[in-house]
């Protein structure tokens, strides 16, 4: 998670973590999960596209737009599935008070993931 208060792009990493996120099923193209890795209360569904692309829509609270990209970084790989490997890979960014929050994440699927 990168925030402009922390400094400039991309010296700017505000907070790294690894965590678990428990992610439930909306629907056979929906899922709902936390937002962020480092907040709680704060939950968003994503959808699957049939060419596997990720799309979000939040669905509590927040105020901010989710952009999806990181515009620092035009070139960095958009949102996607990868069925394979039951991974989602997360680019995504908002807008705030002195400029854009940048976030990473890769969530990959666990067997023990109720345990």
Not at 87 to 114: A, I, K
Request: charged share 15%; with cysteine; aromatic share 18%.
């Amino acid at each position: 998670y990168y925030h402009p208060n922390a400094g400039n792009w991309p010296d700017n990493l505000y907070s790294q973590v690894d965590t678990r996120k428990y992610i439930g099923t909306v629907s056979s193209t929906v899922s709902s999960l936390s937002w962020f890795a480092i907040w709680s209360g704060v939950h968003t569904e994503i959808g699957v596209a049939p060419d596997n692309s990720v799309t979000f829509t939040e669905t509590n609270w927040y105020d901010y737009v989710i952009e999806l990209g990181n515009s620092e970084e035009p070139g960095d790989e958009p949102c996607f599935y990868d069925p394979a490997t039951r991974t989602f890979t997360l680019v995504y960014q908002y807008s705030g008070s002195g400029g854009y929050r940048h976030f990473y994440e890769t969530m990959v699927y666990s067997p023990d993931q109720g345990k």
